[in-house]
C-alpha cells in the first residue's frame, strides 16, 4: 500500500504534533516496500508500531481526526430509519451530535411525554390513531437558490405517509402532517426555494386508505400512488395543507424523486418499479412480488412540471379530495403536467445534476448509470404525437431523452456529485462506490473512473452539499446496510456501517477513511451541509413555548411559582434552577386532574434539567429558558419523588421533591 | 466664508494656554462621557466557563452575567450583586450628572471657595466609587449565608478590587474599565481648572 506525498507530509506534521515532539527524531528509514510510515517522532512511531498500523490507516485517522476542542467542518442529518428519529453527526469525525426525536418518544427529551410534544405527535394521527414509530427516509434540508441555506430539516415516515419539519434554530421536530391521500411515502424532497416538501407514495393503495379488494383489476382501477407537494410556509416555519397539492400517479409503485434545478427547475422526477402493475400473490401459490414486478426490462419515470400543477390550483379548477388538493391523472395528462419516459430495469435513485441539465437512473437489476438530458426530455413533452400508457399518461420515447450509459456496476442504486466533475453512484450487489465523470448532451464524456468496494451492501451515499447546486466534494459516506465483520461483536443485531470514503485527496482514485457504526435502524439517506451555515440557539428565552415558538403567558416566571386550584384541575407552577424545585412540595388528593408547568428559568447554555416523577410516566429534559407541561390525573395515593435527571451541578443530587397524593 | 484669518486665529486659541473656565467644561464633559461607559469588571474563568463570566459596574447599573454569577453565588451565601450598593445606585443617577452640572456652574463661579466647593463632587467622585466598592466587595465577602448550600467550603473572602484572584475553582480578574479612567481625567482636569483659576486669581 503506498500514500500520497501530501498525505504524507501532512502525516509527519501532524503526528509529530500528537506526539508534542517539535522536531522529528531520525528514525532509521524503513527498507523499501516494507510498510511502515518513515520519518516520524519516536513516539508517533512507537504508537503505530504498537497498534500495527498501516501508512493508510495512519492517514486515514489523520484526515477523520478532529482535533480536541475543534468542530467538524460539515454535519449530516441522517435518517434513523425505523427507529423514527434523525441522527446528527460531524465529518469527517463521524461523531454522533444529537438524535432528533421525530415520529417516536423519546424519555431522554421528554418527545412524547411533555404537552407540547405530545401535540405535534398527536398532529400525525393516522385514522384518528396515534402511532409512535415512524420509518424516517430521506431527509431534505430546506433550500435557498438549489442550496441548503440551514434553516429546516425535512424528514418523512414512508410507513405511514407522514412529513416532519424539524426547525434547525433548535433541532426539535414542530410539525408532523399526515398525508390525506397515501398509506405510505418514499421520495421525498424540497423544490429549489423550499416552495414544496414533494413527498411520493410507494406502493399503490386506494386513495385515502378505503377498502377494496386486492384483484388484478381493482389494483389497475383502484390503487393509486401519488405525489404530494406541500406548501412550505417559511414565515411561519411551517407546512400549509390548504396550499398544497397532490398529482394523482398509476400504481407503478414510486420510488425515489428529486426536483429539478436551473435548467430544469419548476419539475420534479420520480421514478417506478412496478411497470407490471403486478401485486402480491405468494398467498395463493401465485408469484411474491418480488418477482412479479419485476418482469418487464423497463419501468417508468415519471415527470412533473410542478409549476403547471401550482397554477392549475390556483386557477381553481382543480377539486379536493380528502379535503386537499388533488389532480387525477387524466387532467395532469391533459394539463401537460405528468410524463412518462421508459428507465431501466426496477431503478431506485433518479437525481438531478449540479446544473440541473441531466437526470442520473439508477436500475437496481441493470449495471448502468442511465443518463437522460432534460433539454431533450422538454423537447418531447412539446411533441404532439406521443403515445401514451394505459392511463393516458403520454410516453417519452427512451431513444428521445436517454443519451449515455456508464456500464459502473451491479445494483446500480443511487447518486451523488462532488462539484468538481464527478458522480458518485452506490453499488447494492458489487457492494461498492463507482465513480464517473460528467459528460455533455452529446453523451461524450460519461465515463467510468473508479470504483471501491464498501462494506457492506451500500444503499444511498450521502456527500456534503452532493444533491444541490453546489456540491462541496471531499467525501462520500455509504450507508451501508450490513457490516458483518467491521466491529466488535455485539450479538445478532448487527450495527449500521456509515462508512466514509475520501474523494477529495486523489484526482481519480478513492479510499475508506472510517467506519462508524449506529447502534439503531437503517440509516436510509443522509444530507451533509456545512457547518457554518447551521446557526442554532444556545438557550431559550424565557418561557419558550415549543407548540407557539413563542414566549408562553402560561410559564412560570420567578415569583409566580405556586400550586392554584383552577376548575377541576390542580396546576402546579414550577420553576426550576440550581438545584431546587420550587415548590419542591405538592400535595393533591386521590382523583384530582394535575396539569403541571415547568420553566427552566436558568440563562445560561447548557444548563439543562430534567424532571421525572415515580410511577406516573412523566420524563422530560427541559433546556435553559424552556417550558414544558404535562397533564396526568392523580389516581394512586402515596407519595412519589420526583427529581432532576440530568446531572446539573454538584448538588444534582439534592434537586428533587416529593408528590403527595392524599 | 472660512478665511485665513479665521484659521491663524483659531489655531492659536487651541495652542493657548486653557482658561479654568474651558478646563471646568472639558472635565464636565469628560465626566458625561465617564457615565455613558463602564468602570469596572468582575471575570471569573472555571474549567466548566471556559468563556468566562463577566459582570460590568457601570456608574448607574450592573450588566453581564449577573444571573449566573448570582445562580453560583447562592451555593456559598454571596448576597445577590444587585443587592450590593443599590442605594448608591439610585443616588447615582443624581450624582453624576449632579456633579458635571457644577462642574459647568464652577466654570462660571467667581468665587475661589465657590469653585472648589461646585468642583469638589466631580474631583471626589472616583475616590468615592472606589471606596465604596471596597467596602462592599469586603462586606459581601465576609457576610455569606450561614443557611447556604456550601458555606462551610467556602471562608470569608473579600473579591479583588484590582488585579487577579480566586474563589474556589474560579480564577478571577477585576480590572477599571474606560469610565472610571474618564472621570479620573476629568477629577484631574477640574483639579487643573482651580489650580489655573486661582492662580489667575492671585495675579
Redesign the interface.
Known amino acids: 500500500m503506498s500514500i500520497a506525498r501530501k498525505d504524507f507530509v501532512a502525516t509527519i506534521g501532524a503526528a509529530a504534533l500528537l506526539a508534542g515532539c517539535s522536531t522529528p527524531k531520525a528514525g532509521g528509514s524503513a527498507p523499501a516496500g516494507e510498510e511502515t510510515v518513515a520519518g516520524l517522532g519516536g513516539d508517533a512511531k512507537a504508537i503505530i508500531a504498537a497498534r500495527g498500523l498501516t501508512p493508510g490507516d495512519v492517514a486515514a485517522a489523520l484526515k477523520t481526526f478532529v482535533p480536541l476542542g475543534k468542530h467538524d467542518d460539515f454535519v449530516m442529518f441522517a435518517s434513523g430509519g425505523h427507529s423514527g428519529q434523525v441522527v446528527v453527526m460531524g465529518v469527517p469525525s463521524m461523531r454522533i451530535l444529537k438524535v432528533i426525536p421525530v415520529f417516536t418518544p423519546d424519555a431522554y427529551t421528554g418527545w412524547g411525554y411533555s404537552a407540547a410534544s405530545s401535540e405535534c405527535l398527536n398532529d400525525g394521527c393516522v385514522n384518528g390513531r396515534l402511532i409512535t414509530h415512524g420509518d424516517t427516509h430521506h431527509p431534505a434540508l430546506s433550500e435557498t437558490d438549489g442550496d441548503y441555506d440551514g434553516r429546516y430539516c425535512f424528514i418523512n415516515d414512508k410507513v405511514n405517509g407522514r412529513v416532519a419539519v424539524i426547525d434547525l434554530s433548535r433541532f426539535e421536530t414542530t410539525q408532523i402532517v399526515k398525508n390525506p391521500h397515501a398509506a405510505d411515502d418514499h421520495g421525498h424532497c424540497v423544490t429549489p426555494n423550499t416552495e414544496y416538501v414533494i413527498e411520493t407514495t410507494q406502493y399503490g393503495a386506494p386513495i385515502g386508505g378505503e377498502y377494496v379488494d386486492l384483484t388484478q383489476s381493482n389494483y389497475i382501477n383502484y390503487y393509486r400512488g401519488v405525489a404530494t407537494y406541500w406548501k412550505f410556509d417559511r414565515a411561519s416555519g411551517r407546512i400549509d395543507p390548504a396550499r398544497s397539492f397532490s398529482v394523482e400517479l398509476p400504481p407503478y409503485n414510486q420510488d425515489l424523486t428529486d426536483a429539478g434545478k436551473l435548467a430544469s427547475y419548476g419539475w420534479s422526477f420520480t421514478n417506478s418499479f412496478n411497470s407490471e402493475l403486478a401485486f402480491p400473490q405468494g398467498y395463493k401459490g401465485g408469484p411474491f412480488a418480488e418477482a412479479s414486478e419485476s418482469q418487464n426490462a423497463a419501468d417508468w419515470l415519471h415527470i412533473i412540471n410542478w409549476k403547471r400543477a401550482e397554477a392549475l390550483v390556483a386557477s381553481g379548477s382543480v377539486s379536493k379530495r380528502n379535503g386537499m388538493a388533488f389532480i387525477p391523472i387524466d387532467q395532469a395528462a391533459n394539463s401537460g403536467i405528468l410524463f412518462l419516459a421508459p428507465e431501466p430495469k426496477s431503478p431506485h435513485g433518479v437525481d438531478v445534476t449540479p446544473d440541473g441539465r441531466f437526470l442520473i437512473i439508477g436500475g437496481k437489476l441493470d449495471p448502468h448509470a442511465n443518463i437522460y438530458s432534460f433539454e431533450k426530455i422538454l423537447a418531447a413533452t412539446k411533441r404532439s404525437n406521443l403515445k401514451k400508457d394505459r392511463y393516458g399518461i403520454p410516453i417519452l420515447p427512451l431513444k428521445d431523452v436517454m443519451i449515455a450509459q456508464v456500464p459502473v456496476g451491479l445494483g446500480p442504486l443511487h447518486t451523488q456529485f462532488d462539484g468538481k466533475g464527478y458522480a458518485y453512484m452506490s453499488l447494492y450487489l458489487d457492494s461498492a462506490v463507482s465513480k464517473f465523470s460528467l459528460g455533455d448532451e452529446s453523451g461524450r464524456g460519461w465515463e467510468l473512473v473508479d470504483k471501491l468496494p464498501l462494506q457492506y451492501n451500500t444503499g444511498h451515499l450521502s456527500a456534503p452539499h452532493g444533491d444541490t447546486v453546489n456540491p462541496r466534494g471531499g467525501y462520500v459516506i455509504g450507508l451501508n446496510k450490513w457490516s458483518i465483520d467491521r466491529f466488535t461483536p455485539v450479538g445478532p443485531l448487527y450495527p449500521r456501517n456509515l462508512q466514509l470514503v475520501d474523494v477529495g485527496s486523489d484526482k481519480e482514485k478513492m479510499s475508506h477513511l472510517y467506519d462508524a457504526p449506529i447502534g439503531m435502524a437503517e440509516p436510509h439517506y443522509a444530507q451533509i451541509i456545512s457547518a457554518s451555515l447551521l446557526k442554532p440557539l444556545s438557550a431559550y428565552p424565557m418561557g419558550f413555548d415549543s407548540r407557539t415558538g413563542k414566549v408562553s403567558p402560561k410559564a412560570p416566571k420567578p415569583g409566580t411559582e405556586g400550586i392554584k386550584q383552577e376548575g377541576d384541575t390542580v396546576v402546579v407552577s414550577m420553576t426550576q ?3 431546587h424545585f420550587l415548590p419542591d412540595v405538592v400535595k393533591v388528593k386521590r382523583g384530582q386532574k394535575i396539569t403541571w408547568r415547568i420553566t427552566n428559568v ?3 447554555p447548557n444548563t439543562m434539567h430534567g424532571f421525572a416523577l415515580s410511577g406516573y410516566n412523566v420524563s422530560l429534559t427541559i433546556e435553559p429558558g424552556k417550558f414544558d407541561e404535562f397533564s396526568f390525573v392523580a389516581d394512586k395515593p402515596g407519595v412519589f419523588p420526583f427529581y432532576c435527571t440530568d446531572f446539573c ?3 444534582h443530587l ?1 434537586m428533587m421533591g416529593y408528590f403527595l397524593v392524599a | 466664508m472660512i478665511t485665513h484669518l479665521h484659521l491663524d486665529r483659531s489655531i492659536r486659541t487651541l495652542l493657548a494656554a486653557p482658561t479654568a473656565a474651558t478646563l471646568f467644561r472639558v472635565a464636565a464633559a469628560l465626566l458625561v462621557l465617564a457615565l455613558a461607559l463602564p468602570w469596572w469588571r468582575f471575570s471569573m474563568v472555571a474549567p466548566q466557563y471556559p468563556f468566562g463570566l463577566h459582570v460590568t459596574t457601570w456608574f448607574f447599573a450592573l450588566s453581564g ?1 449577573v ?2 454569577v448570582d ?1 453560583l453565588n447562592h ?1 456559598i451565601g454571596f448576597m445577590p450583586l444587585a443587592s450590593i450598593a443599590s442605594v448608591e445606585r439610585h443616588l447615582a443617577f443624581l450624582a453624576g450628572p449632579g456633579a458635571a452640572a457644577l462642574l459647568l456652574c464652577a466654570a462660571a463661579a467667581s468665587a475661589r471657595r465657590a469653585r472648589i466647593a461646585l468642583a469638589l463632587p466631580a474631583i471626589a467622585l472616583p475616590a468615592i466609587f472606589v471606596a465604596d466598592l471596597a467596602v462592599w466587595l469586603r462586606y459581601a465577602g465576609h457576610h455569606l449565608d450561614p443557611h447556604a ?2 458555606s462551610g467550603a467556602v471562608p470569608p473572602w473579600t473579591p479583588t478590587l484590582f488585579g487577579a484572584g480566586g474563589v474556589g475553582q474560579f480564577h478571577t480578574l477585576s480590572v477599571f474599565e474606560p469610565g472610571f479612567y474618564l472621570a479620573g481625567l476629568a477629577a484631574l482636569a477640574a483639579i487643573g481648572a482651580l489650580t489655573i483659576a486661582s492662580k489667575k486669581q492671585a495675579e
Open positions: 434552577v440550581r438545584s436558568e440563562g445560561t451541578s454538584a448538588l439534592e | 452575567d444571573r449566573e445562580e451555593y448550600a456550601l
